[in-house]
């Protein structure tokens, strides 16, 4: 009985071995059979708009350790990957395109996938606030009432230089990117999005420049719940990692928040945003913000 008993154990554990490799051997085939295809991963997004999660997706899933390997830019992100290829993070178009230069020097051979967000502007501003040290960064835990949590927000978006500095955050970002990719404004982009049901892909950038053999995947954060099927459709095998919230973190002035995400912006303060500057203009205009007399009125100021 204890050597049939042996024998049965033996025979199980022959079995499991087997599968448990056989496993291993299906995921590796979907690695490369998937993930290895986009061998370059570049988050290049505007802060604010996914970007830790995005870029944490791709390292997990494409198994990325050894840090800023190849790479001389210090204020750009890169994880060299175990399979082969990395993963970029950066929140600056120019420096994004040069570090894709830097990790990939022949286009020609391996392919990449830029991958960047957008954020409904009355609920990224808000978040922006809170990261800015001139703004609210130190109202996560702060004894604060509604009033005094929403004037702090007001007299932020009514000083320039803290504007200056937001419009320079979406301007080093979306437009090189559209550009690059022969897109057209995001406005245009957004009715794409629209259509697709949560993203736009383009696939035509120049055929002399960094981004060739590159495509471009725009995403809209209003969408987060389907990123995990949208970049599992772009790039197979991969799985979506979710970030820690804003309300999580900062459970104490969490109501205030969610209030300030419900908030519409008035007239003066989508003036003193948007300035002079279209870039800014036509991303407001995408999200339907603005109305026919507002868009004339701040076009032809």
């Not at 002399?208 to 599992?232: A, G, H, P, T």
Request: charged share 25%; hydrophobic share 35%; net charge positive.
């Amino acid at each position: 009985m204890v050597k049939s008993g042996l024998v049965i154990i033996a025979i199980a554990s022959f079995f499991l071995a087997s599968f448990y490799l056989s496993i291993r051997a299906t995921n590796s085939s979907r690695l490369n059979n998937g993930l290895r295809k986009e061998q370059i991963i570049a988050v290049i997004n505007t802060p604010k708009c996914g970007t830790n999660g995005l870029t944490q997706t791709f390292i997990k899933s494409l198994r990325c350790r050894h840090r800023n390997v190849g790479i001389k830019s210090e204020s750009t992100g890169y994880r060299r990957c175990r399979h082969g290829g990395g993963v970029i993070r950066t929140h600056d178009f120019e420096r994004g395109r040069e570090a894709l230069k830097e990790v990939r020097p022949d286009s020609t051979i391996q392919k990449c996938t830029v991958i960047t967000s957008v954020r409904h502007p009355e609920h990224w501003l808000p978040s922006v606030f809170l990261q800015s040290r001139t703004g609210g960064h130190d109202l996560c835990d702060a004894d604060i009432t509604r009033e005094e949590y929403f004037q702090r927000y007001h007299d932020w978006l009514m000083t320039d230089y803290e504007m200056e500095k937001v419009r320079k955050s979406v301007n080093s970002v979306r437009p090189g990117l559209l550009e690059a990719f022969g897109g057209s404004i995001l406005s245009y982009e957004m009715k794409k999005i629209e259509a697709n049901g949560g993203y736009s892909l383009l696939e035509n950038p120049l055929p002399n420049d960094v981004f060739n053999n590159c495509k471009l995947l725009l995403l809209r954060m209003e969408d987060s719940d389907k990123w995990q099927k949208i970049l599992y459709n772009i790039v197979p095998g991969v799985r979506y990692s979710e970030t820690v919230s804003r309300v999580e973190k900062c459970p104490k002035t969490a109501d205030h928040y969610r209030a300030l995400q419900e908030y519409h912006l008035s007239f003066q303060e989508i003036v003193s945003v948007v300035g002079m500057d279209l870039h800014m203009l036509d991303y407001f205009n995408a999200y339907g913000i603005l109305s026919p007399k507002a868009r004339y009125m701040l076009s032809s100021t």
